[in-house]
């Protein structure tokens, strides 16, 4: 799992029936210290994480797992927004 | 598997009703010479390890098998907490006396006692050869058994159990972790 920003949205008409529904983000992962890393992923999102918000994202088959993303065709999946993050 | 060290905790109250309950550590990848590589990541736990414990992780499905029956969104999970890494073959690690050296670098960059524990000497006799060696691993030992304890990390205390044998030693975090040891071992 990574943490990542919300920078945008995806809109999609034409997808496959199982991804009806579903809000897809477009996220760029973060440094636990909050420093943006390169590259981005688009998103499915569960946990309804807005613009701008620290979310954790899962990645894989594991993405699959996520409540409301199982047998869908999905490889990366938003499960929670962070609070705080406490580097020792 | 891969080796990690416990760097920092996340918290999220807004999260997929799978990951309720679960703890989420941030992990900073580890070479096996104990050396930071590559990002840091968030992971779930399934041992309870603490803050600056080595520890090794799976990623992929298997990280949501690792915490059974419950089967999270994770992919990448914490199932082990390591107690020594042994290393022949790596290089700078070659002999017992090198072992001691990296142990007291180790405490002055400000590394917790869990990894000052950790034994990258040749073999368990050359161990027992070295005098300073031995001496060095029961008091650094004593307070990793502390941090599987989840109490707080601290390297004062060592001072004070100075004179416990070296064999006490492994015996120490193995008690302690013995339930962490058999859910690792459930995956």
Redesign the interface.
Known sequence: ???ARVVGTVVATRKDPRLEGKTLLIIK?V??DGKD?AGYIVSVD????GYRERV?A??????R???G?KDTPVDN?I?????????? | MYLGRVVGRVWATAKNASLEGQRMLVIQPLTPELRSTGKPLICLDSTGAGAGEIIYWVRGREASIALLPAEPAADTTVVGIVDTIHLPTAPGVGTGEKGAESRPAGAAAGETGAQAALERTEAGPRIAQTGEAGAQTAPDGVPAATNGAQSAPDGVPAATNGTQAAPKDPAAPGASRTPTHRKGRRC
């Not at chain 1, 569960?46 to 994480?49: E, G, K, R």
């Open positions: 799992m990574i943490l992962p440094s636990p890393e569960t946990v309804s994480a954790i899962v990645s894989g088959s594991s993405a797992m996520a409540a993303c999946a499960v929670g927004i962070v609070d705080e993050v406490q580097l020792d």
